[in-house]
């Protein structure tokens, strides 16, 4: 059982108020100033888990089922750290009945000064991040400040008047979540690029196809070993290139050590990885991330990839230690003219493995997946069906509903999100 979005959503929002409540009088529970108190609290709590989740702490990781789930979380921490912060910044949360003081004293310009930044950092901060027509490097560089911000919040909820004493539950329950959040927040900033396990390779093949790339490398000294369906960060040592970017590991060829990514133009970066990667470049990759594994007691395997989105499962069927493929059933969805690789290269692969391919090109309401869905469903029974999906988040959408149609539980869905942004 992993953590879910919603989980820690609720469970910070939850904790925040019930150690809130605890501090003020039972007949102002029912105030907006009580509600104002408690969703700033949630605020702060939400900025300082947020940042632990943007550590890339492998514990953190395992919590979660994967990093993908991590920033998911990371996002929508953020999204209603913004909402709470909006009440909080509206309605005064404070009463003349209540025994208010502030932790840290500051003038009150400072003090009014701190909670304007602090509420303004975080709306861009949050804006950013969701406009995806933002460059990535800008994008990038803007995230960074998060950290920074974060130290203001800080400074903010030491410094305006509430009943909330540094040695209360609420104040302790900041303070702890803060202290992470801080040490975290440098550990990512300042410590992660030395101590994060990583790797220098050369790019030994370049090989373009249709708005795409693939990228094979090798290790200058040492390899990091990965196992099939797992991603890397990879930081290419050319100008305009050096920015981190996430990318599904599609094979990788042993004794060599040999690294592949399928890499398809979807913005500024890629597109500019895409057209400049050469044989000859440098490049460190900061791997393996990603619990994306293959089921090994399903009667059978239905492999769904949308896109660029079928590197998992090409990692899958290149692996020499995996067998059973007799029981899969890759379906790939792509856009005519855009696929890569070639459907052809695709297919021939599935049959050397004895898997069955069938790729589509019509979008996931064609008969033929349809119907081809619903026939293994019904010869394996739904529970003996074990789907693995890689790819957009609309695809993902109508693969549940035809699960949903077929029977099959929502436990024997094994996903990974196709985009961190």
Known sequence: MYIKTWHAVLFLTVTSGAVVI????????????ALSLALGVAAVA????????????????SLFGGLDRVYLTHKWLGIWALGFASFHFVFRAGLPTWDSAPILSLS????????????????????????????????????????????????????????????????IWL??????????????????????????????????GADALHLELAPVDRGISFEPGQFGFIRMKAEGLREPHPFTIA??????????????????????????????MYADIYAPYGRFRRSTESQREVWIGGGV????????????????????????FFTPGREFPSVEVLDDLARQRGAEFIPVSTGPSTPEFIRRFDE??????????????????????????????????????RYEYFEFR
């Open 251 to 280: 094979a990788r060829s042993k004794p060599e050590g040999h690294v592949h990514f399928v890499i398809r133009a979807l913005g500024d970066y890629t597109r500019k990885l895409v057209n400049e990667a050469s044989v000859g």
């Open 175 to 208: 303070a702890s979540l803060s202290a992470l959040g801080v040490v975290a927040a440098g550990y990512k900033l300042l410590i992660y690029p030395f101590l994060a396990n990583h790797a220098e390779y050369r790019v030994v093949a370049a090989n373009p």
């Open 376 to 413: 293994i469903a019904r010869s394996a029974g739904p529970a003996g069906v074990d789907v693995n999906f890689c790819g957009p988040r609309g695809l993902l959408d109508h693969v549940r509903a035809r699960m949903r149609e077929n029977g099959i539980p929502d436990t024997n869905l």
């Open 46 to 61: 939400m900025m300082g888990a947020a940042a632990i989740l943007g550590s890339r702490w492998t514990i953190v990781e």
């Open 108 to 171: 009150p310009y400072y003090t009014r000064l701190v909670r304007q930044l602090s509420f303004i950092g975080l709306m861009l901060i949050v804006l950013l991040a969701l406009n995806r027509n933002i460059p990535y490097g800008v994008w990038r560089r803007w995230h960074k400040l998060s950290g920074p911000l974060f130290l203001i919040v800080i400074l903010h909820w030491l410094s305006f008047r509430s009943p909330l004493a540094i040695e209360s539950p609420a104040g």
């Open 22 to 33: 605890a501090e003020i009088p039972r007949d102002t529970w029912l105030t907006s100033a």
């Open 309 to 332: 989105g079928i590197s998992p499962f090409i990692a899958w069927l290149t692996d020499p230690s995996a067998g059973n493929f007799d029981r899969v059933t890759l379906f790939h």
